[in-house]
T-cell receptor
């Protein structure tokens, strides 16, 4: 079974440009999450989809970030316009809807997209 | 709001020595607790988790962690380090009482294993 995949693995753009990151979750996983790690700091939550609906977007930093999940399958995260402080690694994770014993669904992470804004 | 503190951004041990990575959390209600590992050029992999029940949990690759409510800690240990354990380790928590699924991570500890 394929894991969570992310594209591209690296992206280098100029300040003010637009970048779109893509995440393909594990097949059958209704939950999809975006996180990012900026400048070697802690990994921070951005948002959570359940199927195509945004369940929790409390971590989105500002309105330059737009996440979508059309049809409840893959997701995109667009940054427009990109700023220097957006540089970092963007992780995607997915989990099943039904809880495991103990009530928690394990989140499976992708390898991340390293974004560099010059 | 929850927070996670990992003491030591870098830890170096000799091969065969005990590994101890520290994690303390701040939460009004004991949360779900996790340790993730990231090997170079790879995504985060779950090492182990505590959700309920026995407070000493065993994970993959010989790692284990103990939830101590009185100390709000979830330290990660391994009796004997192996060269392949060199990676970055992240402690994380998730709210148990609200059902919110977001993970809150610590800043990470990079483990070096010396031959």
């Amino acid at each position: 079974e394929a894991g969570v995949t992310q594209f591209p693995s690296h992206s280098v753009i100029e300040k003010g440009q637009t970048v779109t990151l893509r995440c393909d979750p594990i097949s059958g996983h209704d939950n999809l999450y975006w996180y990012r790690r900026v400048m070697g700091k802690e990994i921070k939550f951005l948002l959570h989809f359940v199927k195509e609906s945004k369940q929790d977007e409390s971590g989105m930093p500002n309105n330059r970030f737009l996440a979508e999940r059309t049809g409840g399958t893959y997701s995109t995260l667009k940054v427009q316009p990109a700023e220097l402080e957006d540089s970092g690694v963007y992780f995607c994770a997915s989990s099943q809807e039904k809880g495991l014993a103990g009530g928690y669904n394990e989140q499976f992470f992708g390898p991340g997209t390293r974004l560099t804004v010059l | 709001a929850q927070s996670v503190t990992q003491l030591g951004s870098h830890v170096s041990v000799s091969e065969g020595a005990l590994v101890l990575l520290r994690c303390n959390y701040s939460s009004s209600v004991p949360p779900y607790l996790f340790w993730y590992v990231q090997y170079p050029n790879q995504g985060l992999q779950l090492l182990l988790k505590y959700t309920t029940g026995a407070t000493l949990v065993k994970g993959i690759n010989g790692f284990e962690a103990e939830f101590k409510k009185s100390e709000t800690s979830f330290h990660l240990t391994k009796p004997s380090a192996h060269m392949s354990d060199a990676a970055e380790y992240f402690c994380a928590v998730s709210e148990k009482d609200t059902g919110r699924r977001a993970l809150t991570f610590g800043s990470g500890t990079r483990l070096q294993v010396q031959p």
